[in-house]
């Protein structure tokens, strides 16, 4: 069963504008990973934000994680046509040995 | 490094028929996963190996179903038989001793 559950399911935005997705989850945690899906394409690891952090940055990429609401966001700054795919959250209960993938939110980017 | 390998890329055989996917990790890596994706179940963990031993197949769905890691560049997932509702896309994916997973680009299955 999935145990990341992501929100919204679809979004689109344009060029441009930030993107907010969020990522709710059941039980305690390791860390909490985010992942990127081109259409067609294999998941591409984006960022990992472990349990006792609450923020992380990567280029455009910002990370959030509640521990207490059992929840985190992906935040894109500035976002581009590029940007244009699935992300997915995956929760992280094993040292990295075994992820559970939320059901991704689809995000298009209108140029 | 090229990555993890995935072949075939597409699969299309009919109902009854043996299927097997292949997967060759990125090499160094001692962890090798297998996934499904539909729609309709989202990404799921099938089964997983450390040093080329099966550590966790709570995720294969029914016996029609086997994985093999034979060595560390190679593993195999075997359908047999094949029925319509495994027609999913089929993702490996490989990682050392950190936390990240890399995937490989995917089989993408239909059994008709």
């Known amino acids: 069963s999935q145990q990341g559950e992501e929100d919204p399911q679809a979004l689109s935005i344009q060029e441009g504008e930030n993107a907010t997705m969020n990522c709710s989850y059941k039980t305690s945690i390791n860390n909490l990973q985010w992942y990127r899906q081109n259409s067609g394409r294999g998941l591409v690891h984006l960022i990992l934000?472990?349990?006792?952090?609450r923020e992380k940055h990567s280029g455009r990429l910002r990370v959030t994680l509640d521990t207490s609401k059992k929840s985190s966001s992906l935040l894109i700054t500035a976002s581009r046509a590029a940007d244009t795919a699935s992300y997915f959250c995956?929760?992280?209960?094993?040292?990295?040995?075994?992820?559970?993938f939320g059901g991704g939110t689809r995000l298009m980017v209108k140029p | 490094d090229a990555g993890v390998i995935q072949s075939p890329r597409h699969e299309v055989t009919e109902m009854g028929q043996e299927v097997t996917l292949r997967c060759k990790p990125i090499s160094g890596h001692d962890y090798l996963f297998w996934y499904r994706q539909t729609m309709m179940r989202g990404l799921e963990l099938l089964i997983y190996f450390n040093n080329n031993v099966p550590i966790d197949d709570s995720g294969m769905p029914e016996d029609r179903f086997s994985a093999k890691m034979p060595n560390a560049s190679f593993s195999t997932l075997k359908i047999q038989p094949s029925e319509p509702r495994d027609s999913a896309v089929y993702f490996c994916a490989s990682k050392a001793s950190g936390a990240t997973q890399y995937f490989g680009p995917g089989t993408r299955l239909l059994v008709l």
């Open positions: 934000i472990r349990s006792n952090e």
């Open positions: 995956a929760t992280d209960h094993n040292a990295g040995n075994m992820l559970t």
